[in-house]
């Protein structure tokens, strides 16, 4: 048998750590090739992480609700070729309990040799059970030298300045070992860039925020605000409004909603019409469909169009319409009803929510005459649909002006002032209600 790890796997090209909701094989219980070792969240979805082999699980590196980097180890195995008795498997792990009683008896007394040498306070505080990056981006700690950091109250600041032999300079533990026998002496290094003092910072205000029932958010609340937070401190958000006249579109819906169900077995509902639009608008601009990546703008090669979709629970998700502009109405029509549905039954899978590089939020759905929405990171926009609703509006014919019944409908948009401008932001949007008012009435189904 050969001793392995297992890394927190990648679960999405933009997912870069994961939440361990429980493990489903114990230390020291064998398993197969396939069984579902863990599950991980990531990005509002549950995952269920398969062996990659036959083994025995020696031990779990992390906890339950440990947030871990993609790519660390998130658990020692013994791969065996079929399965392995559990009597085996128990006999074994009390064998290597042994062994690990007798490393920690060598452990404490070469720690202890070391104390002597240095005695700090901690000037920062380290989280339990958690693989982490220093605060400036510049190293990755594993989850063992913040172990052995926090055993010697050694803070991210002095970390930061511990040479690194391990590959792209990372801390290994005989680095760290090293520095310790030499007693620290960066421990009371002073930072050499001093903090801005122009910085904006947030008050720390002691506000009343009252009494009454507590009601804990749940995982994907707390996503969705530390993702809301992160949108609004991120982007300069900025919001321009359009009205659009939709009658001709309800009309040509209104008589084709049967015959389309009929003839494609699918429901054609405002959706799929307000997505075709909006490919075909991205399509005409395409710096609307960017991303920030530090000095650099990246221009998507893909128009994949988001829906902001309200879950049973309450909470928001965005499914997403991958290459909208490739695809024709009734294609556009299948696959946002393919999503909607398994939202309802909380069934999407991470390939249906990620990769979105535009995103739509009906709010007219719950009855809202316009919203403004927040950005969907890493996008550069968003658009809120509201309500279509009857009005009294003033038709200029050349006959004279009348007065008419119409559907009219408000867009908002909000935009990402780093690299949208105004007047890209508002073509845009207009080139939208343009779309949708001027529908062809006569077109087939």
């Excluded at 452990?107 to 380290?126: L, S």
């Amino acid at each position: 048998m050969t001793e392995d790890q297992l890394l927190m796997p990648k679960m999405g090209e933009s997912i870069t750590e994961g939440t361990i909701l429980n493990w489903l094989v114990a230390e020291g219980e064998t398993f197969d090739e396939g069984d579902i070792l863990l599950e991980v969240a990531t990005d509002k979805v549950d995952n269920e992480v398969p062996a990659p082999s036959s083994g025995v699980m020696r031990k779990h590196l992390f906890e339950p609700k440990s947030v871990v980097a993609v790519g660390v180890a998130i658990a020692n195995y013994e791969v065996v070729e079929g399965t392995v008795a559990k009597k085996n498997a128990t006999e074994e792990t009390t064998a290597t309990k042994k062994t690990e009683n007798t490393t920690k008896k060598v452990t404490k007394k070469v720690t202890k040799k070391v104390t002597k040498k240095v005695v700090a306070k901690p000037t920062t505080t380290m989280s339990q059970n958690a693989a982490f990056t220093i605060p400036d981006g510049t190293m990755f700690i594993s989850p063992l030298i913040k172990s052995i950091a926090q055993q010697h109250h050694v803070s991210y600041e002095e970390l930061a300045r511990v040479p690194g032999t391990g590959k792209e300079g990372r801390l290994r533990k005989s680095d760290l070992m090293q520095y310790l026998e030499e007693g620290r002496p960066f421990q009371f290094a002073q930072p050499v860039a001093q903090a801005d003092p122009t910085a904006y910072r947030i008050p720390q205000l002691n506000l009343d925020k009252g009494t009454g029932k507590i009601v804990e958010m749940d995982r994907m609340r707390q996503m969705i605000a530390d993702h809301m937070v992160y949108s609004k401190h991120t982007s300069p958000h900025v919001t321009a409004y359009v009205e659009a006249d939709l009658t001709e579109l309800v009309a040509w819906r209104n008589a084709n909603k049967v015959a389309f169900q009929e003839k494609h077995s699918q429901k054609l509902t405002f959706t799929p019409l307000f997505v075709e639009a909006v490919a075909s608008a991205v399509n005409d601009f395409p710096m609307i469909n960017v991303s920030v990546d530090g000095a650099n703008i990246i221009v998507k090669e893909h128009i994949n169009i988001g829906m902001a979709t309200a879950l049973p629970s309450g909470n928001l998700i965005v499914p997403v319409v991958k290459d909208a502009d490739k695809k024709n109405l009734v294609e556009i029509a299948s696959e946002v009803n393919r999503l909607a549905a398994l939202a309802r039954e909380n069934k999407l899978s991470g390939d249906d929510i990620k990769g979105s590089t535009f995103t739509i939020s009906n709010v007219g759905t719950f009855g809202s005459v316009m919203g403004t929405p927040i950005i969907n990171q890493p996008e550069a926009a968003i658009l809120a649909t509201g309500i279509i609703k009857k009005r009294a509006e003033v038709m200029e014919r050349p006959e004279g002006d009348t007065i008419e019944i119409r559907h009219m409908m408000y867009l908002s948009l909000s935009f990402d002032h780093r690299i949208v401008d105004g007047y890209l932001g508002g073509s845009f949007l207009r080139r939208i209600a343009d779309n949708l008012e001027q529908f062809d009435v006569t077109r087939k189904i």
